[in-house]
Structures are given as C-alpha cells and as structure tokens.
C-alpha cells in the first residue's frame, strides 16, 4: 500500500518556500507517495502543475486576521478522512496549527519546516516552544536558522535538523552560450553579484550591501 504523505503550508504562491514544497512534493509523488496539499490561504500559484500529477490541492479559505476555529475543524475534517501517514507542514502559520489540529485529529507523524531564520517575533517562538510536544521533528533550511531556534528555546536541539533547499542541477546548470549572451545583453565585463529576493527585511540587504562596503574597501579593484 503506497505511503500517505499531506503538506500543509500557509500559502501557495511563486516564492522560495512555496517552490520548494511543490518540487518535494512533485517528486514524492512520482515515486509513489499518496500526496495532497493543502493551503491555509487562497491557492495563487502552481495549483495546475501539482494537479496535472496528480496531486490533490485543497485550500482552507482563510482570509480574515483575527482568529477563526473553522479553518481548524475543516482541516481536521480532511485529515480524519484522507489519514495521511506523514503530515509536512511549512511555514510558521501551517506548523502551528498542524500541531494543534493534531489534538482533535491524530495522525502517526509530524514534520515541521521553518524557512527563515526568524518567523516573526518572540511570541511566534514561545508558541512552537508549547507546541513543540505535538511535533515529531522540525527542521530548518539553514544551520544559522536551526542554531537561533535552539538558542530562544523554540526547539530543543534534539528535535531539529538542517536540510538545505534542494537545487535541480539538471534545470540549472552552467551554459557558457546563455551566459555570454546575458552578460553582453547587460553590458557586463568583469566580475558581477547578483542577489535574487523581494525587497524586505527577512532577505537582509543591509547585511549584503555593508559585506559589498568592506570589500571595496579592502580591495577596490
């Protein structure tokens, strides 16, 4: 019998956390993992691509701010039919409530992924530190994440493992012809960083630009 395997994730859209999800789940999929997702806010990305194979997305509505108990029953409505073998959730939102729906809905496994090295504020970390007996794991996808997370006593140490954000090497790899036509397109001669990310404070620019600062000044060639 092929293993159940349901992510939960606070949204779907084309971000880092979100493209990561459906490539893992893609890829379960195709080796012959049972897989749904399920989203706690309206779906805005990659709902066509995860159904053509053959993955189920459902999403629990969620629109308002303020606290609402219906998202919670629907979800442990759909857990307690579909009895997934594996629950992953993403995100700070889907890790909290996959814990507590975990209470009125039980299920053998549970695996939490935090994607920043901070979720946002201190009461986000007291929360998963009381909730943290409903998970089975956490982990974080990156070591300087996992290490804040011990240290504000978010996680016991035991309980939580670095895994990178996995990279298709067969989609990106080095293309001498592509890159010399996108440096000639740019006017590019010499060596050039490129950071990739929206423009707010989890990304750190601060930090990247004051990096850039010193080296000029260390070396300005």
């Known amino acids: 019998m092929m293993k159940k395997l349901l992510f939960i994730t606070t949204g779907l859209g084309y971000g880092g956390a979100e493209t990561q999800l459906v490539h893992l789940a893609t890829r379960l999929k195709l080796r012959g993992w049972q897989v749904n997702v399920i989203c706690l806010m309206p779906p ?6 995860l159904e053509t194979v053959g993955i189920s997305v459902f999403s629990l509505g969620i629109r308002r701010k303020f606290p609402d108990p219906r998202p919670v029953l629907r979800l442990a409505r759909i857990i307690q039919k579909w009895r997934p ?4 959730s993403h995100m700070v939102h ?12 039980p299920f053998p496994v549970l695996v939490c992924t935090a994607h920043s090295i901070n979720e946002g504020g201190r009461l986000r970390e007291i929360l998963y530190q009381v909730t943290d007996p409903l998970c089975d794991l956490t982990t974080q996808v990156s070591q300087a994440g996992l290490e804040r997370y011990v240290h504000v006593g978010a996680v016991p140490r035991h309980k939580i493992r670095y895994i990178p954000n996995g990279v298709d090497t067969e989609r990106f790899k080095p293309n001498l012809e592509n890159r010399l036509k996108v440096r000639k397109e740019l006017g590019i001669d010499g060596f050039a960083w490129l950071a990739i990310g929206r423009f707010d404070l989890p990304k750190d620019y601060p930090t990247m630009l004051q990096a850039f600062a010193r080296g000029i000044h260390s070396d300005p060639s």
């Open 94 to 105: 889907a890790n909290l409530l996959a814990r507590v729906v975990r209470i009125l809905a």
């Open 44 to 49: 805005k990305a990659y709902v066509k691509d």
């Open 85 to 88: 073998d594996i629950v992953h």
